[in-house]
């Protein structure tokens, strides 16, 4: 059960962002969470991460979120779990760039009065760019 609890937690939080939602969006979040989206932009507490969020929102005009897989691992006992999803993401920005983002968020979940909430997320950029795929891939092998 607590899996499928995980799962639409994170589709929540991904249809938030679509529907650029702040309410609906802050709410899987623990009060005390930690949002690290890397190259030192880290936020601590839910207040901060929303206040992020919402300035990061007001630099595009349409964001689509796509979760395309994900994995979790839960101990029921400690109400704790951590968790990998992928995500596309499509984006429209302010100044009318358009490009695409391939990621993978790195979870840790905890349950606060039986709902589960996000303790920390951080982002792991593969592909940050135009939609052609024509700049460097961050993961690249070779």
Known sequence: MSRDAIA?????????????????????????????????????GREAILALWNSAMDGFKAVVQNVVNGTAEIDEAAGTGTGRWYIIEHWNRADDSRGI?????????????????FASRELIIQYGGPQDLSADFQNAWS
């Open 101 to 117: 983002l391939l990621a993978y968020y790195d979870d840790t979940y905890k349950r606060v009065d039986g709902q589960w909430y």
């Open 8 to 44: 639409d937690l994170v589709h929540r939080y991904a249809d938030a962002v679509v529907r650029r939602d702040p309410e609906q969006w802050s709410t899987t979040w623990a009060t005390d969470a930690v949002w690290d989206l890397g190259k030192g932009r880290r936020v601590d």
